[in-house]
């Protein structure tokens, strides 16, 4: 109503208003309609005892036409194809540049004493000490008048020494894998997350991991060794801590059962304890870079895939194959080279 009487107060003062202008103005009609429409809001937002005070608000006109440019709808449909453009580039660069998550697989602390195994552990140790024994004896320097005379004697077998050997055997490596227990748990609290991740992580799984991106090949060798060293490495720095703390025993025992104790024999006892230490830790070392070589090589003659058990097997075996082969190749070599018998 008040917008009405503005407009009828508008007419009274200014009769030839409509006649001199034609509604076919729509720039005009636009701007009066919004200006009245605003005066309505300001005249019924104001109270009628303030109005004798402030009196009733003056309302100007423009007739001037709001020109829109001719490509104007172009436009704001190519400023609103853009910013989806934007947002879904956005949404691409967070699922790339997401924060990774590390997942730490902790095995069970006393995993080395689980049913199998220990019952593998056990297995291996009795048969690497007792195969020897079924091996038949041949002498290779036998005349035919020591056949004709004599007769082969029974030879007595000792199955308590390669017993003893055996259960040795069981506890240093039951002592091994439990050690490396502890140290992941170390790795864990003292290094980042990251980087226990990767000295936690499977092999054969990163391996199938890395076959699918379809990388060439030396780049493939050389990511499945680098995986391998790190989740190698743990298992070998608690073999060579075991090995080293056995050593050391040994030579504290020697020195206490030995009637000697003078400062010469001392002296020679902690040189080839050091001389032990240094080989330890040149056979651990070499065992570590073979063991990592002989998994890349056997990720490229068989490259695994999902499902397949035959890739993962593979570096299974070379890492194994290196992990024994690599002290012996070191040992000849030095032996060779330097004279330095490990």
Known sequence: MAGIAILLDLYRKNPCFCSQQSFHSSGFFSASAAAASAAATVVAGTPFASRFLFGNPKVSHCDAAAAFPKDYISNVQRLSEDIVKN???????????????????????????????????????????????LEPATNV????????????????????????????????????????????????????????????????????????????????FFRVSRTTFRGHLLG????????????????????????????VNL????????????????????????ASIGAGIGAILFRPSVGQWIGKSAIRIGCAAGDLAGPIIVSVCLEKAFHVNL
């Open 267 to 290: 002296a020679e006892q902690t040189k080839l304890l050091g001389k032990k230490i240094s080989g330890i830790t040149i056979r651990c070392g070499a065992s570590l870079i073979f």
């Open 87 to 133: 947002v879904k580039n956005l949404k691409n660069d967070a699922l790339k540049y997401a924060v990774k998550e590390y997942k730490v697989e902790l095995k069970p602390l006393y995993s080395a004493f689980e049913l199998r195994s220990f019952a593998m552990t056990t297995l291996r140790s009795f048969l690497m000490f007792y195969l020897p024994l």
């Open 141 to 220: 320097e036998e005349d035919d008048e020591d056949f004709l005379q004599d007769t082969p004697k029974e030879q007595h077998v000792d199955l308590v020494a390669p017993f003893k050997k055996s259960v040795k055997q069981i506890i240093r490596e039951t002592t091994v894998v439990t050690t490396r227990r502890v140290l992941e748990r170390l790795a864990v609290i003292y290094v980042s997350q990251r980087m226990a991740w990767k000295l936690l992580k499977d092999v054969p799984k990163s391996a199938v991991r890395k076959s699918q991106r379809g990388l060439p090949t030396t780049v493939y």
């Open 236 to 263: 070998v720095v608690a073999a060579a801590l075991v090995q080293t703390g056995i050593e050391i025993y040994r030579c504290f025992c020697h020195k206490t059962n030995s009637e000697e104790s003078d400062e």
